[in-house]
């Protein structure tokens, strides 16, 4: 039981370029969130899905694209990496029988944005 | 969501109890504690929650008062591997798939051999 994975760890773009973040959970989680963290900030939530083929948008979706295909799986895109999308983005899962609070995150993906 | 306000940082020892203090004056009545605890270059993970009085598990112990305007984390006989920072969450259990965690900045726990 691998709980949550995040693809790839670390990752540096050039301006413009764009990039797909995988995160994969093996617990049979309904919920998936993907959050970014900046540095000496509390995380903030990007996009969110309730269940396969469902997404939703967070609090910061602007320049992020999402797509829920498995329910395993929830892909986060960048279409045109910008220099502000330099961040750590963790990913999350949750059981739809387990209180709403206790979320599973992975492991976090460093990207850096020149 | 209720807002919350923790001290930034703590210093303590190791073998120590240590005491974190949450406070959420406008917590509601459907709202739940809950803590997570991260290390350096990591996810945040799921220590603890509670709706009142008293919770405890293998990892720590939630203290509610009455009121519930503020709850207290406590760590028994910390270890270094203690360090990390906790936050503190406040929120509706509501189970309607939309459910963000609202992390602030956290307290800042350094545990010293």
């Known amino acids: 039981n691998a709980g949550v994975t995040q693809t790839p760890k670390f990752r540096v773009l050039k301006t413009g370029q764009s990039m797909t973040l995988l995160c994969a959970q093996d617990?049979?989680?309904?919920?998936m969130y993907w959050y970014r963290q900046d540095p000496g900030m509390g995380l903030r939530l990007i996009h969110y899905?309730?269940?396969?083929?469902?997404?939703a948008k967070g609090e910061v979706p602007d320049g992020y694209n999402v797509s829920r295909l498995k329910k395993q799986n929830f892909l986060l895109g960048l279409e045109s990496a910008a220099p502000s999308q330099t961040s750590v983005y963790f990913c999350?899962?949750?059981?739809?029988?387990?209180?709403?609070?206790?979320?599973?995150f992975g492991p976090g993906t460093r990207l850096t944005v020149t | 969501l209720a807002k919350t306000t923790q001290p930034i940082s703590m210093d303590s020892y190791e073998g120590q109890e240590v005491n974190i203090t949450c406070s959420h004056n406008n917590i509601a009545t459907n709202d739940y504690i809950t803590w997570y605890q991260q290390f350096p270059s990591q996810g945040p993970r799921f220590i603890i929650q509670g709706y009142k009085t008293k919770v405890t598990n293998e990892v720590a112990s939630l203290f509610i008062p009455a009121d519930r305007k503020s709850s207290t984390l406590s760590l028994p006989r910390v270890s270094l591997s203690d360090t990390a920072v906790y936050y503190c969450l406040v929120g509706d259990e509501g189970n309607t798939g939309f459910q963000k965690l609202v992390f602030g900045t956290g307290t800042r726990l350094l545990v010293s051999p």
């Open positions: 617990m049979n989680h309904e919920y």
């Open positions: 999350a899962s949750r059981s739809g029988g387990r209180p709403a609070y206790e979320q599973y």
């Open positions: 899905s309730v269940g396969e083929g469902t997404t």
